[in-house]
């Protein structure tokens, strides 16, 4: 999409860290902004930042992870906005926990945001940007979808779908709506609040999961990794521009691509995965 000023664009996980720094660009291009979080105080702040620089934008509070919830934010956009043109589905969460003897609600409550989420998105928001032949998606998955690390199973289970169904809706669009474009979001680490996601753990999954020693240890090392990370303004300007260009890949940190073909040959050479560090 060359064209973004006075356009609309939807961002889910807007409240905090890649969400916030992706409405804030999509502002800076001129464009409305619906913003959505399950995080309703937080939400409300943001919203409150972008109207003081006298941006047009809403906050909705929603839980990507129910059908119903990611249709009332549609129907709240078309009610303000009259349309959407950028979705980015980007709300997501991760915790550690032990993946196969902890609790499956783990796995429940991270496919349910970090997969349903997307999906709900996509399905609810594609007939509006079929009407108008013109939108973009932008679901964000991470490194994590395209390569795997050890303790983190479900996390990476996750985004692996995330970046195998974009590829899919991509190939499907491309063909019988071009007018619609498709970008995945493969970071590496972004400083942001990700580590701390058990804090949007949803009460429908039973007991938040407690940490075990490892994993409270597995916690203070990505704690370590997230504050070297990128700043999340970085990725947002690269998504920016993909949606510019039509450009699937976002994936900021080159060094991913390294590791991708490493699996790709030692796939092709019969090796095993050998054990990364985090
Ligand atoms: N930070 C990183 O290092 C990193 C790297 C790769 C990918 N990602 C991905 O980036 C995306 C954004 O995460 P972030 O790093 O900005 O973390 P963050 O915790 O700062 O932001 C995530 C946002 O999602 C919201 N959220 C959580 N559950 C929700 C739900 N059920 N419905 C609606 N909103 C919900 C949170 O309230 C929060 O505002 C996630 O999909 C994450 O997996 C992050």
Redesign the pocket.
Known sequence: MEQLTGKVAVV??????????LARAFASEGMRLVL????ED??GTAVDDLAATGVEAIGVQ????LAE?VEALAARTRERFGAAHVVCN?????TPGDPWVGPVSLWEWMF???VW?VVHGIRTFLPMLLAQGEGHFVN?????GLRARPHLAP?IAS?YA?VGLSESLFLDLAESAPGVGVSV?????????????A??W?PRFGAAPERSEDEQALHELASA??AD??D?ANIASEVVDAVHTGRFWVIPDRSVLDEVEQRAEGARGGRNPSRPSL
């Open positions: 889910t996980g807007a409240a905090s860290g890649i969400g916030l720094a959505a979080d399950v995080e937080a939400l929603t839980d990507v992870s919830s980007n709300a997501g969460v991760a349910a945001v970090n989420g964000t998955a991470s490194a994590a996390y985004k995330v979001v493969c970071p590496t680490w972004v400083r942001t609040r990700i580590v701390d996601g804090r949007n949803l990794a997230l990370g990128a999340p």
